[in-house]
């Protein structure tokens, strides 16, 4: 159902990873993103920006999209394995961070240019 921003922490809280099985290719995930600022691991489509995002073993795990067969070992081998849980996932950037680069890489490209 319809959720709020606000309720993030508490839905990430219920849940152990995050599952993306996307079929088509993304510029960029905002779930995928919610999902790493909140600690998730996640199981994912190895397609268009999640397969670039993910790294198989540091912050999550990588399935080919539309495979449902390797969809599900990606899932079980969370199930049988406890190592994920001790992964050190980092956060993406946010918002801020990344328009301060683009700032500073625009202000050289002036200075270059003039």
């Known amino acids: 159902g319809a959720y ?14 995050g599952v993306i099985p996307s079929l088509f290719r993304e510029a960029y995930s905002l779930v995928l993103s ?9 199981a994912c489509s190895d397609i268009g920006a999640l397969g670039e995002r993910i790294i198989n073993g540091k912050n999550g795990k990588k399935f ?22 001790h992964w050190n996932i980092s956060k993406p950037r946010l918002l801020d961070a990344m328009l301060k680069d683009y700032d500073k890489l625009y202000q050289l490209l002036i200075t270059l240019l003039s």
């Open 34 to 42: 919610e999902m790493l600022i909140a600690g998730l691991p996640v």
């Open 64 to 85: 080919p999209p539309g495979d449902i067969e390797a969809m599900t070992i990606t899932l079980l081998w969370f199930i049988e394995n406890d190592t994920w849980k």
């Open 4 to 17: 709020q921003q606000k309720d993030l922490p508490r839905i990430f809280s219920e849940i152990d990873i």
